[in-house]
């Protein structure tokens, strides 16, 4: 395969580990762009993670859902049919990295 196709077909094709520390990268940094954007004020979005933040667990939350969700991309992710979630998570933590940049910057 040749051109864009080829370049998808063969991303597509990573391993299912790689995919797990990208998610588990994007979900760690999206743990610590909160907790900077908890010091200036803002609240959490996520009602549950807001309800855990107010007891105190909102980094050993993010930590083991992060852990949960990674192990659990990196054991799915070979046998194919849940590639598409695994990108979509992938995405989706990369896109609230962006999002919690773009607020704080301004604030």
């Known amino acids: 395969m040749r051109g864009a196709s ?18 588990a990268a ?15 004020g803002v609240s959490e979005a996520n009602p549950v993670l807001a309800w855990l933040t107010e007891r ?11 852990g949960i969700t990674a192990g659990l991309i990196a054991w799915l992710y070979p046998r194919g049919k849940a590639r598409p979630l695994a990108w979509s998570a992938v995405l989706l933590s990369a896109g609230v990295n962006v999002y919690h940049v773009w607020g704080l910057s301004v604030l």
């Not at 994007?26 to 200036?40: K, Q, R």
């Open 56 to 66: 105190g667990l909102f980094v050993h939350a993010k930590v083991v859902l992060t």
């Open 26 to 40: 994007f979900s760690l940094s999206d743990m610590l762009l909160s907790l900077g954007a908890f010091a200036l």
């Open 6 to 23: 080829g370049f998808l077909f063969r991303l597509y094709r990573v391993s299912g580990i790689c995919i797990a520390l990208v998610y």
